[in-house]
């Protein structure tokens, strides 16, 4: 069940999933600056949630936290109806929350398939599903794919078929919220140093993925936050039913 407070406060609001740790803090932390009133979501972490909000708001932000499952329709519903209560409306949602688990197909157990498709596509979909029907006019969604669905890399198919219906379904719903002046994109981040991305890989293969990109280097939380909020913030207003490759070059 979400934990927001019934605390109002007059700026703008930004559901942010999968927010207590990665990426999803990294974005929660950027919009705060930014001036949004952030809505912590997470699963099942609360201390690491409850720590980030705590240093949004001593860094003179606000954020406050919403535990929900995104897997879970009614935890999604509900979610959103105490964002809404608590604030009178969302303006921004960013659909960060997701899993990774690796497997060649011929390997990928069904278990491994249904855990993923409920997270990343579901998961995806019931945020997408609430937002639609909720989030204030010229409001922004932002949807998380991954570049893997240019590399097509081993291992990588079910995770990356996932990714890769996010991105249909975020073109579409762009064109279905025609006159509400709400943009719908999708951010693909390639590889980005967070403990995600280093759990189970050898320095030699974290160095070898790290030069991959033209760039040279791993992609940083920051870096991915600072591409979200071009896409929440007034300058990314044009932008509209696109997936924006955020790899430094990698594909």
């Given amino acids: ?44 972490n609360a201390e690491t949630a409850e720590t980030l909000a705590r240093g949004i708001e001593q860094a003179g932000g606000r954020a406050l936290t919403a535990r929900a499952d995104v897997a879970d329709p009614a935890a999604v519903r509900r979610m959103f109806e105490a964002a809404e209560t608590a604030f009178g409306g969302i303006d921004v949602v960013v659909n960060n929350a997701g899993i990774m688990q690796l497997a060649r197909i011929a390997d990928a157990d069904d278990a491994l398939f249904d855990r993923q498709v409920a997270v990343n596509l579901k998961g995806t979909f019931n945020v997408l599903r609430e937002a639609a029907k909720r989030l204030h006019d010229g409001g922004r969604i932002v949807n998380f794919s991954t570049s893997v669905v240019g590399t097509k890399l081993e291992s990588y198919g079910v995770y990356t078929a996932t990714k890769a219906a996010v991105e249909a379904l975020t073109g579409i719903l762009a064109k279905e919220l025609r006159g509400r002046s709400i943009t719908v994109n999708a951010v693909a981040p390639g590889p980005t140093g967070t403990d995600l991305f280093f759990h189970g890989k050898s320095p030699e293969l974290v160095e070898r993925l790290a030069k991959a990109a033209p760039l040279e280097r791993l992609g940083t939380p920051e870096d991915i936050a600072g591409v979200v909020a071009f896409l929440a913030g007034p300058d990314g207003g044009w932008v509209n039913g696109q997936v924006l490759r955020a790899n430094g070059g990698l594909v």
Wanted: hydrophobic share 50%; net charge positive.
């Fill in 1 to 44: 069940m979400s934990d927001v407070s019934s605390k109002v406060v007059p700026n703008k609001v930004a559901i942010v999933t999968g927010a207590s740790r990665g990426i999803g803090a990294a974005i929660a932390g950027r919009l705060a600056r930014d001036g949004f009133t952030v809505v912590v979501n997470y699963a099942g």
